[in-house]
């Protein structure tokens, strides 16, 4: 399981979805990238998030239930090896995420999963963090160069796909929730960076605070975060 990832084998791979029938809806295209993740690394699951208008990742596709199950644990708690790929916008990987003490929330019940090891990656979406994609292990495993550089080529076809159906508008509610990361991704991240020397925290705490003041206000993130800038003050501080 997780063995060096094959260059040729990755090509081929990529060339396979970047040349599938036109007419395949968003969501079988999605799929057909995290079945591909499963068969090129020898992984046990992969999963793609996308972030929606409460700045929380949602579950979009995955290959199994422990994935979908795996995704919604990070959902609901607000962090995770993929929520920290999204919010960090770089590579997150862990040999263990039962074991890592970074996401002290979701650990435990990872542990139920028989979730080991993790490899996460940004997607984006006219060069903005807008979900992540990433494979799982039912074993601790230590991620080498090729299936990090993998990952991140996977991600670019997804990256692909999403540009063309917002840019098409079919994609439905996908496609409502890319618009709205766009159109408010400046905001959210001044807000962050407001809270983060308000409150002296980092940047992983302050979109959590953002993002729970959103939910808990039942209010799009976006409106937060302009209001925090104008007012100084979160919902709940007012």
């Given at each position: 399981?997780?063995?060096?990832?094959?260059?040729?084998?990755?090509?081929?791979?990529?060339?396979?979805?970047?040349?599938?029938?036109?007419?395949?809806?968003?969501?079988?295209?999605?799929?057909?990238?995290?079945?591909?993740?499963?068969?090129?690394?020898?992984?046990?699951?992969?999963?793609?998030?996308?972030?929606?208008?409460?700045?929380?990742?949602?579950?979009?596709?995955?290959?199994?239930?422990?994935?979908?199950?795996?995704?919604?644990?990070?959902?609901?708690?607000?962090?995770?090896?993929?929520?920290?790929?999204?919010?960090?916008?770089?590579?997150?990987?862990?040999?263990?995420?039962?074991?890592?003490?970074?996401?002290?929330?979701?650990?435990?019940?990872?542990?139920?999963?028989?979730?080991?090891?993790?490899?996460?990656?940004?997607?984006?979406?006219?060069?903005?963090?807008?979900?992540?994609?990433?494979?799982?292990?039912?074993?601790?495993?230590?991620?080498?160069?090729?299936?990090r550089s993998a990952l991140m080529r996977y991600a670019v076809i997804v990256e692909a796909m999403l540009e063309a159906a917002v840019a098409a508008d079919r994609a439905g509610e996908l496609a409502e929730q890319l618009h709205y990361a766009l159109d408010y991704r400046v905001p959210i991240e001044r807000g962050v960076g407001y809270l983060m020397a308000r409150d002296g925290v980092d940047h992983a705490e302050a979109f959590n605070r953002l993002r729970r003041s959103a939910r808990?206000?039942?209010?799009?993130?976006?409106?937060?975060?302009?209001?925090?800038?104008?007012?100084?003050?979160?919902?709940?501080?007012?």
């Open positions: 399981m997780g063995t060096h990832v094959d260059a040729a084998a990755l090509a081929a791979s990529l060339r396979r979805l970047q040349d599938r029938p036109a007419g395949h809806g968003l969501q079988n295209s999605l799929q057909q990238v995290v079945d591909a993740c499963v068969q090129l690394f020898s992984v046990t699951g992969s999963g793609l998030m996308v972030a929606d208008a409460e700045g929380a990742l949602r579950y979009a596709v995955a290959t199994d239930g422990p994935s979908q199950e795996l995704e919604e644990i990070q959902f609901e708690a607000g962090e995770g090896p993929c929520v920290s790929a999204f919010v960090a916008d770089r590579l997150i990987e862990t040999e263990d995420a039962s074991q890592d003490d970074r996401w002290p929330r979701v650990a435990p019940r990872i542990e139920a999963l028989k979730v080991r090891g993790m490899l996460g990656v940004p997607v984006h979406l006219s060069g903005i963090p807008v979900g992540s994609l990433d494979v799982y292990l039912d074993v601790p495993h230590k991620w080498d160069e090729s299936e808990s206000s039942r209010r799009k993130i976006g409106v937060v975060a302009e209001e925090l800038l104008k007012t100084g003050l979160l919902p709940e501080e007012n």
